[in-house]
């Protein structure tokens, strides 16, 4: 079993930056595939960018592609998102996720644990 906790979420004017933390308790990152999703008031839960650390393939949507960076810390028990030049539609409340399964998954249902979600507010 993994607990994901988040945390770092915030409001931000428009071009700032912020940095969240999804810390898993019990496990390392090491052997799952772990993404940041993003729900937007009235919009879908959508994938943001995802890492598969055992298959070393990273994904990025389109939408954050040079804004949004993945990193984990060296002990692989935290995950980072570092949101830069964040706009108004990046505001949305922001879920970290992880699945068992070695590879990129796109669907909500292919992750297993979920954190509780952050909220990131860009304001104009």
């Known amino acids: 079993q993994v607990r994901l906790v988040e945390s770092g979420g915030g409001l931000v004017q428009a071009g700032g930056s912020l940095r969240l933390s999804c810390a898993a308790s019990g496990r390392t990152f090491n052997s799952y595939t772990v993404g940041w999703f993003r729900q937007a008031l009235g919009k879908e839960r959508e994938l943001v960018t995802a890492?598969?650390?055992?298959?070393?393939?990273?994904y990025y949507a389109d939408s954050v592609k040079g804004r949004f960076t993945m990193s984990r810390d060296n002990a692989k028990t935290t995950v980072y998102l570092q949101m830069n030049s964040l706009k108004l539609e990046d505001t949305a409340v922001y879920y970290c996720?992880?699945?068992?399964?070695?590879?990129?998954?796109?669907?909500?249902?292919?992750?297993?644990?979920w954190g509780q979600g952050t909220q990131v507010t860009v304001s104009s």
């Open positions: 890492i598969s650390w055992i298959l070393g393939r990273t």
């Open positions: 996720a992880a699945r068992t399964g070695a590879g990129i998954a796109f669907r909500i249902d292919e992750y297993d644990y």
